[in-house]
Each structure stands twice: as C-alpha cells, then as structure tokens.
C-alpha cells in the first residue's frame, strides 16, 4: 500500500475521531473560564494565598468517606474543588461556604472531559484513544511522505482561492496540513506520551541517563482515620517547604494511609507539580519528601509533556495557538473530504 492509499484510508477511517477529539480538546484548554462563565455561583471568589486557612473544611471533608482528593485554588480557579470517588465536584469558596455541587456528567464541560481522557469508557477508552492515537500519527507521517517536495518552493504553500475545484481542494489540504504539521504533531505525541506514560518514561530516562531510580522506604503507622489532622499537617507543610505552591491534597482512605500532599517548585511547568510530601495521620512527622527538581534529566523533560498539551505554561499566546491547532483538524477532514468525493466524480463520468 502507497503512502498516498494509507493516508487516505487512514484518513476516511479515523477522521471523525480526530476531529472530535481535537474539538473537545481546544474547548477544555477554556475549562475554567467556562465554568465561571456557566455557573454564577463560581464568580466572585477571592484567591486565597495560605493553604493553612482550609484546615477546618479539609478535616470536614475527610470525616465524609465520599471524598477522594481537593484541588487547592489558583489564579484562574480560585475556588477549592473537592472530587468524590464517583466523580462528582464540590466547589467552595474563599470562606470555606459551598457554592456549587457538579455531579459528574452532568453539564457539557463534564461530557467532553471524560471523552477527551477516556472516550467515555474509564481506563479501557485511555488504552483505545492511544492506539487511535498511533493510527493518527501513522496517517499524519504517512501524509507527510505523500507531500513532501522534492525542491521546496514558496508556492506550496501558498493558499488557492476558495473554489470546489479538485486541484483547489488538494492545495488547500496539503498547505494548512504542511504549515500546521509541527502544532498538530506537538499535540499528538505529548498526547501519546502521557497515554503510554509507563513505556515512555523509560525511554527517557535511558536516552537522558537518568541515575537508577532508588525506591524509597516509607513506612506509615497505622492511625485510625479519625486522629486525621489536616489542620496540623498544613502547618507542618508549609514550614518545610516555605516556597512551594500545594496543589492537591489526597485524603486518607485507610488506616495505613499517609497524609499526601502534591506540589509545585518555582522551576516546574506542570500545573499541579510532581513534588509530593507524605505526613503521618497527625500531621507533626514527615514521613517521606520527593523534590521534582531532584529527578533526573529525563523525567524532568516527560513531566513537561502535560503542560505542553494543555497549555500550562507559554501564557495567552500559546493557549490561542492550541486553540486554533485544534480545530484545524476539522479543516483538514472537510478539504480532504471533499477532494475525494470530486476525485471520485471525475473518475466516473471519465
């Protein structure tokens, strides 16, 4: 099979999908700013700097066995959102009151949500979107090879005039898919790292020499869930890293289970760090630290794969850029569609 015929068959097969996909993608790089547009209820609620002020709420929380983990406030959410085990939202404001109760799927941000992560089908769609995934970049590449010039010349990329003629429909095609190739396949391979995250990370580490990993012995004494004290262990927290901005609070849901705290340094990129801080029940003794500063080269340059995908870092500018790449996917289907239905008419009434 020609590169020509895979890309097309790719390309009928799998477009639908990929455009989806790229739709849903570009709408939750907005998920915030959407929230508070949807719901008034989320407006008007001030940033809260100190993470100590939430040590009452976050004892209520953990005493409701519903409660999985919190996600603590930041500048363009500035409320605290608490998540169930069943997906469901809590969103409190910067008094500790409740504001909003989002159960899950239960508004159009939630359904693209769960479609962009898992096509709707838990961790088996994750598996499903990576191999879709490999489907795309073999059509992407196989596209590429199919376009690729032997002298580059600044007509190819020029742009026809919007005519419903076949050579018009191929040029329109071939530039935007040529000129928009680095920002489509920025996206799709971050994507496809973090899908197939516990195959690629060694990759990493491996071409980057990253120093054997060392696991760290952790050992919890078991405290009933009850002596949780979150009050203590915030305290405690942002006395040992002073500097540091906590992310997400993982509740307890086992005697044996530490207090977990996510966080960022000043030097990472990912929204919710990759630094970790485990605590005993109590809140007094740090049982185990993890720095992301102190990871190696490259697990630093996977945990840059997030960002990059959903434009945590490069400000306004990068985040429009992801916007328009991902409904660029929908011009191409249409052009690419439509030089395939005029190429099958020509070759029937020749």
Known sequence: MSARQ??????????????????SGALLLYKNPLLGFQ???????????????WGPLVNQLQADPRFRYIKLPEAEAPWLEAVTHSDDRYYYDHQANLRLIRPAHSDLIGWLYDFHLHLLAGKDGRLVM???????LVMFVAGLVQWWPRHFRRQLWRL?????????????????ASLSS????????????????????????????DPPEVAQSVTV?????????WQTALNTAVEYWPKMEFRLLSLRSDASDAISLRAKSINEWHPNGRSRLLLDAEGKQIVASQLADDFGSGQRFYNLMYPLHM????????????LVGGLIPLLLFITGLWYYLLRGRRQQGN
């Open 311 to 322: 434009a945590a870092v490069g400000g306004e500018a990068y985040r429009l850029l992801l």
């Open 160 to 176: 026809p005039k919007p005519k419903a003629e076949l050579r018009a429909m191929r040029q329109w095609h071939t530039s935007v």
């Open 130 to 136: 990576g191999y879709l995934g490999l489907g795309v």
């Open 182 to 209: 680095p920002l489509q396949l920025l996206a799709l391979l971050t994507a496809l790292a973090l899908i197939f995250s516990a195959q690629v990370r060694p990759v990493f580490s491996w071409l980057m020499n």
């Open 221 to 229: 004494q078991s405290q009933p869930l009850a002596e949780t004290d």
């Open 39 to 53: 719901y008034p209820e989320l407006r008007e609620i001030e940033l809260v700097a100190d993470i100590r002020i």
């Open 6 to 23: 895979l890309h097309r068959w790719l390309g009928l097969g799998l477009g639908i999908y990929l455009v989806l996909v790229s739709l």
